[in-house]
């Protein structure tokens, strides 16, 4: 049974940083194309960012150049470096696994999902 887990969420102030953890269990972790992906209130899931097998990254717009995906395949975990926070960054963000190729931005080709963490960005 695949598991996702994610922590490392939280209040932060405008300008500042966190850093996401998604810990998977279940799947051979090298293997596949990790994603982030949030949801702020009222509005739909959108993408953040994704890294490969072989660590090809993409970014959404919105975060290119202030966040920042990594993965250690040793420790079955992603992360997301985030930094110059912005309150329009407030979500529930999500890791999810995909068994398809590449960095894909596409939500409907990542088949496994965690529960989600709060990210809240004061001004």
């Known amino acids: 049974q695949v598991q996702l887990v994610e922590s490392g969420g939280g209040l932060v102030q405008a300008g500042g940083s966190l850093r996401l953890s998604c810990a998977v269990s279940?799947?051979?972790?090298?293997?596949?194309?990790m994603a982030w992906f949030r949801q702020a209130l009222g509005k739909e899931r959108e993408f953040v960012a994704a890294i490969s097998e072989s660590d090809t990254r993409a970014y959404a717009d919105s975060v290119r150049g202030r966040f920042a995906i990594f993965r250690d395949n040793a420790q079955n975990t992603m992360f997301l470096h985030m930094g110059s926070l912005e309150p329009e960054d407030t979500a529930v963000y999500y890791c999810?696994?995909?068994?398809?190729?590449?960095?894909?931005?596409?939500?409907?080709?990542?088949?496994?999902w965690g529960q989600g963490t709060q990210v809240t960005v004061s001004s």
């Open positions: 999810a696994l995909s068994t398809m190729g590449g960095a894909t931005e596409a939500e409907s080709q990542y088949a496994y």
């Open positions: 279940g799947r051979t972790f090298s293997r596949y194309t």
